[in-house]
T-cell receptor, first 114, second 114 residues
Framework: SAVISQKPSRDICQRGTSLTIQCQVD?????MFWYRQQPGQSLTLIAT?????????ESGFVIDKFPISRPNLTFSTLTVSNMSPEDSSIYLC???????????FGPGTRLTVL | GNSVTQMEGPVTLSEEAFLTINCTYT??????LFWYVQYPGEGLQLLLK?????DKGSNKGFEATYRKETTSFHLEKGSVQVSDSAVYFC?????????????FGTGTRLQVTL
């Protein structure tokens, strides 16, 4: 398995500002993902974070709104830009280990936008 | 495409009752199947998994059997506890190498009362 940490664990932000969420894994992983979980909903994949290249975004998500970095095999950031109350969600980092088909999830970042 | 269908919640049970949460899937080939659990205020934890037909995943008293003939992966527990109160997500990952993505069900909320 993998131990995944996220910072911050929660935040309350003002409309129009941006927040960067960090994800750190304790082992080298093949793939890192970012998900959004809106209140009372299931998980929606935002993008796959690729090391050293641009992230791969799912339909409905764009780089200008959710820029992602992955400078190495164990760290990634997701920025939620120009926030609105509709961005209030839990944002989860997820990883897949080399040689495994299982995905592990971080504890999530609970974002409230006022 | 791939899809996962879970029974609607919430499911409310008394402590020590028998639990079944139904999960059926649609996928091409032979996907891996997972149950994740999300306790209040936390991220997702892998509960159990099965990677081929007739495999039984088990953990913490929970079990699920990969039934290819009925395309199902129902979650069961013989005697639930108050501490099992959480949201349970069924998910699949197609066997398409490391590029495969998780498809989640909508989640089933379980509430266990004394």
């Amino acid at each position: 398995s993998a131990v995944i940490s996220q910072k911050p664990s929660r935040d309350i932000c003002q409309r129009g500002t941006s927040l960067t969420i960090q994800c750190q894994v304790d082992s080298q992983v093949t793939m890192m993902f970012w998900y959004r979980q809106q209140p009372g909903q299931s998980l929606t994949l935002i993008a796959t974070a690729n090391q050293g290249s641009e992230a791969t975004y799912e339909s409905g998500f764009v780089i200008d709104k959710f820029p992602i970095s992955r400078p190495n095999l164990t760290f990634s950031t997701l920025t939620v830009s120009n926030m609105s109350p509709e961005d209030s969600s839990i944002y989860l980092c997820s990883v897949r280990l080399a040689g495994e088909g299982t995905q592990y999830f971080g504890p999530g970042t609970r974002l409230t936008v006022l | 495409g791939n899809s996962v269908t879970q029974m609607e919640g919430p499911v409310t049970l008394s402590e020590e009752a028998f639990l079944t949460i139904n999960c059926t899937y649609t996928a091409t080939g032979y996907p891996s199947l997972f149950w994740y659990v999300q306790y209040p205020g936390e991220g997702l934890q892998l509960l159990l998994k099965a990677t081929k037909a007739d495999d039984k995943g088990s953990n913490k008293g929970f079990e699920a059997t990969y039934r290819k003939e009925t395309t199902s992966f129902h979650l069961e527990k013989g005697s639930v506890q108050v501490s099992d109160s959480a949201v349970y997500f069924c998910a699949l990952s197609p066997l398409a190498g490391t590029a495969s993505k998780l498809t989640f069900g909508t989640g089933t909320r379980l509430q266990v009362t004394l």
